[in-house]
Structure formats: structure tokens, C-alpha cells
């Protein structure tokens, strides 16, 4: 079949241009309303905008992480984040009537099967070993310190409950290794879908100079595996029909796997030296033609209906360069951690 045709990205961001000039003038009006009722946890980092974690380029010293474990069973949160070379203060509090365990793998990037039996589940870990196996009895909390090995940065490591049957029952989550603090950096996040989407697919950060680093935190919200794949020229459209020729001659920005399992997370760690609108795309056959595509804008305002600028930024100097749109940018960011969705157009379906 012929890949559906998207609308070109001049014509559209051509038709979006006066809408946003209107709601950025709305926008700005109501900041003076809005700012003041932001409790100031709102602009600090590791709020609820990201996975808990410091962000990268944030204090790697210490991060405090704190895991409730429940007789779901589940861990809450079940995506973890923290970055290389972090000492981690976890705090695991057992919230329901029955023993669990935390138990992390060493073993990066490695999928448990769901369907293995606990036995064999724990010969896993007896044979390959953990970073952290605790006990957590019923109504307890226990305290473990952990120190992210510095080598690992860009890693992600399962963690499971090995009480029989509870990883088969869903008690399972992923501690991801962000990259080591690199200075000045910008953060974002978005999640990927089994409906072929990114979320939100336009994203906007505003660097205050340039070469700048952006970690954008991919989450994976669907069970599919998904790629976050950026083109390195900015401007530019990608087609369906030949990206993949387009890459073998223009290597990505950035291309980073987003493993195939719900609530795993990779982070995409790169540096733009100028601003520029830069699209980015699934490269999983098929996902990109039914519409995994989406634009990161850097230092150029996105569209109307995107998420405001960057999510959570880790330097003093670049939060006051950026505004007082952040705030907005973090609670809008905050909403989408809880509900998932920022709907986009609806697109005919293409099966
Ligand atoms: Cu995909």
C-alpha cells in the first residue's frame, strides 16, 4: 500500500502561525494570574513532571527515590530514573498485607519474559545477580542505599518482586540510567503508544545558548517496541516512503530503542548548535507511515496545541532565560505524566 500522505510541514506550520501568535499572547496575559498560584515544588527538579530522579545535569550526589509496594501486586511508581554515578537513598514502603521484594536487576537492557515461572525467575537472578534484594515485609518499610555504577549511563534495569507469582502478576518496573551530568542541559519527556504516536509530538525547549544538551526521557506508555529516531538537519520533512535511504546517507541525531515493554523508559541524549524546528520519527516498520512522527522545536515557538517549553530545566541561568512560560511547561508537563494524553488530530486509519 502507498504511505498515507501528510500534509507538508510549511503549509502547516504556515496555517498554525497566526493561532499561535494569539494563544502566546493569551498565554502571556494570564502568566501574570498563573505564576503566583504555583507552589514553588512545581519549578524544582524531580517534580512530578519526570519520572522521579534527577534530571541529567542535575546533582548527580544524591537522588531519593521512594517505591511503595502493594498487593496488587505492584510497584508505585514502576519507572524509575536516576543518573550515572548517582548514590540513591531508596525508601521501599510495603502498603499492602503481603511479603515483597525489590529486587534490581545488574543485568542492562534485558526484558524478563512475562511468562517465565518463578522458578525460573529466580535462577535468573541467582545465576546473572542484582544491584539490590530486599525483603519488604507487610506494613514495613526498609531503607537501602544504592550507587549507580558511572558506566552505565543510557542503561535500563529491571526490578521485580520474587514472591512467587507476584513479577508473573505484573509486579515489575524499570530503573533507567540517565547520562552523567554534562553541565548546562535542558530536559523534556514524551511517551510513545501502540496506536503509533508520540506524546506529545511536538516538543518545545528554549535553550539560552547554543551548542545545548537536551535529554528528552521516551517512555513507552504501549507494550510495542518503538524507536526515538531524530534527524541531525533541522528543517527538514521526512517521508515514509524513504527515510531509511535518507538516514543511511544522513546518520540521526540521535536513534535510541524504546524497549518493548510498558513503562520502560530510554533517555535521548544529544546537542543541537543552532536553532531549528527537527523532526523525529519511529523507525519500526510500519509506525512512522500510520503517523509516529512529531517535531522538536529548539528555540522556536511550537505550535499552539504542543506542550509549552521544556519540561524541567536543571540551571538557575536557563530558567530565567526561558521565562515564566516553564512553570506552565511543568504543569502541563505534570498533567501528562498523570493522564497520558494531550490529544492530537485525529487521523484517518490507514490499516
Ligand atoms: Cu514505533
Redesign the pocket.
Known amino acids: 500500500m502507498s504511505a498515507p500522505r501528510r500534509p507538508p510541514v510549511p503549509a502547516r506550520k504556515g496555517r498554525r502561525l497566526p493561532a499561535l501568535l494569539i494563544v502566546l499572547g493569551l498565554a502571556l496575559s494570564a502568566l501574570g494570574a498563573l505564576i503566583p498560584a504555583l507552589p514553588p515544588a512545581d519549578l524544582s527538579p524531580g517534580a512530578r513532571a519526570l519520572a522521579s530522579g534527577t534530571p541529567p545535569g542535575g546533582s548527580a550526589a544524591a537522588v531519593n527515590l521512594t517505591v511503595n509496594l502493594t498487593d496488587l501486586p505492584s510497584f508505585d511508581p514502576h519507572s524509575l530514573n536516576a543518573p550515572a554515578g548517582a548514590v540513591v537513598h531508596f525508601t521501599f514502603a510495603n502498603v499492602g498485607a503481603y511479603p515483597h521484594t525489590f529486587t534490581l536487576s545488574d543485568t542492562p537492557n534485558v526484558v524478563l519474559a512475562a511468562n517465565l515461572t518463578p522458578a525460573r525467575l529466580a535462577g535468573f537472578f541467582a545465576a546473572n545477580g542484582s544491584f539490590v534484594n530486599v525483603s519488604v515485609a507487610p506494613a514495613t518499610t526498609e531503607f537501602v542505599n544504592f550507587s549507580v555504577p558511572s558506566g552505565v549511563a543510557g542503561d535500563s534495569f529491571e526490578f521485580v518482586s520474587l514472591v512467587a507469582y507476584q513479577f508473573q502478576a505484573g509486579m515489575y518496573g524499570f530503573f533507567n540510567v540517565s547520562g552523567a551530568p554534562t553541565g548546562p542541559g535542558i530536559t523534556s519527556s514524551l511517551s510513545?503508544t501502540d496506536t503509533?504516536r508520540f506524546v506529545p509530538s511536538d516538543l518545545g525547549v528554549a535553550p539560552t545558548g547554543y551548542p545545548a544538551t537536551i535529554d528528552v526521557l521516551v517512555t513507552n506508555d504501549g507494550a510495542?517496541?518503538?524507536?526515538f529516531t531524530l534527524d541531525s538537519a533541522s528543517n527538514n520533512t521526512l517521508s515514509p516512503g524513504s527515510f531509511t535511504q535518507y538516514f543511511a546517507a544522513h546518520p540521526p541525531k540521535v536513534n535510541v530503542n524504546?524497549p518493548a515493554s510498558a513503562g520502560a523508559s530510554a533517555w535521548a541524549n544529544f546537542t543541537v548548535s543552532a536553532p531549528g524546528i527537527y523532526e523525529f520519527i519511529?523507525?519500526?516498520p510500519g509506525?512512522?507511515a500510520n503517523g509516529?512522527y512529531g517535531f522538536l522545536y529548539v528555540g522556536v515557538a511550537p505550535p499552539a496545541n504542543a506542550t509549552a517549553p521544556s519540561t524541567a530545566l536543571v540551571q538557575a541561568g536557563v530558567l530565567l532565560g526561558a521565562g515564566s512560560l516553564l512553570g506552565v511547561g511543568v504543569v502541563l508537563a505534570a498533567a501528562a505524566a498523570y493522564t497520558g494524553r494531550f490529544p492530537r488530530s485525529p487521523s484517518p486509519p490507514t490499516h
Open positions: 510513545t503509533f510495542l517496541p518503538h524507536t524504546i519511529c523507525e519500526v509506525h512512522f509516529m
